[in-house]
């Protein structure tokens, strides 16, 4: 009898050990949630802009007038360029030379499409894209030129020059021009000055009254001499 009690207190409890370890397995373990993470914060990479291009400037046109730049040179004369639309006009050495500190300002044509200089001894005309064309070839020892003027219309201009090779006169020149600055009549005048004066003579000078006659006034030891108009 107490063999039997004691057998069956042992079932019963291999029978409570058997359901206890079968609870264990059938109770699912508690799952672990992650927690979100907040990802860190990114800084954008500095940007360079691309590199700029200026807009490529037009040529200058060809038809637009030329002009006349005076530039500073040493403390006794000037220096000139010639421009188009802005941009400096490609000259050929010899008119580079005569626009380096000239006796006398380069003048524009009337139509602004050339220029009349004076360079070594002798007067030009130039059209840029062109060589330039001797208008007229003054005497050796040339003292000084009047600026060239151009008449009413025009088609003529005149200069006037006073040289060692005529101490007691003053040379007029008038020019008759082609539209491309071909000579295709000269006048030449000599004009008696006030009085003998060498290097120190005031500058002479030209001006037209009307189509037909031109007044020079002559130089003079310290003062300029009386107009004298001559008609062509």
């Not at 005076?70 to 941009?87: K, N, Q």
Request: glycine fraction near 8%; hydrophobic fraction near 35%.
């Amino acid at each position: 009898m107490t063999r039997m009690w004691k057998t069956s207190v042992a079932l019963s409890l291999l029978a409570a050990l058997t359901a206890c370890g079968s609870d264990k397995k059938n109770d699912p373990s508690p799952t672990t949630t992650a927690k979100p993470t907040t990802p860190a914060p990114t800084t954008p990479a500095p940007t360079t802009p691309p590199p700029t291009t200026p807009p490529a400037m037009p040529p200058p046109d060809p038809n637009s007038p030329l002009a006349i730049i005076e530039e500073p040179g040493d403390a006794s004369c000037f220096g000139y360029r010639i421009e188009r639309g802005g941009a400096v006009v490609v000259r050929p050495k010899a008119v580079a030379a005569a626009l380096e500190c000239p006796i006398v300002p380069p003048v524009l044509t009337p139509k602004r499409d050339a220029v009349v200089l004076f360079g070594g001894e002798e007067l030009s005309y130039w059209a840029p894209g062109s060589e330039p064309k001797r208008l007229v070839m003054f005497d050796p020892g040339v003292e000084g030129v009047s600026a060239p003027t151009w008449s009413p219309d025009g088609t003529r201009l005149a200069v006037v020059v006073k040289g060692t090779s005529y101490p007691e006169a003053t040379r007029l020149f008038v020019l008759t021009l082609s539209a491309t600055g071909d000579v295709t009549d000269k006048v030449k005048h000599d004009v008696a000055v006030f009085s003998p004066c060498g290097s120190v003579c005031t500058p002479q000078a030209v001006t037209w009254k009307d189509a037909k006659t031109v007044e020079v006034t002559t130089p003079g030891e310290g003062e300029p001499g009386p107009v004298k108009a001559i008609t062509l």
